[in-house]
């Protein structure tokens, strides 16, 4: 993903508009498809971003605990 300063926020954020549109029927067939890539690349995202903050509180837990 070639955004610098996306963030998990908002990543979250525009999926949850996404999400709006669609459940509103306010996309049309064209733009459609380009959005379900969209989201599809943002739930990436989101996924590694959690991962990589579960090992980070991970790793302080356990310096914590030695």
Same mark, same amino acid.
């Given at each position: 993903?070639? !955004?610098e300063n996306l963030t998990y926020s908002k990543a979250l954020a525009e999926i949850e =508009?996404? %999400?709006g %549109?669609? =459940?509103r =029927?306010? %996309?049309d067939v064209d733009d459609l498809s380009l959005k379900v890539r969209r989201?599809? !690349?943002?739930?990436?995202?989101?996924?590694q971003k959690l991962l990589q903050t579960e090992e980070a509180v991970e790793k302080v837990l356990k310096d914590i605990e030695a």
């Open positions: 993903m070639a !955004e =508009e996404t %999400l %549109l669609m =459940e =029927e306010a %996309l989201v599809a !690349e943002l739930i990436g995202f989101c996924r």
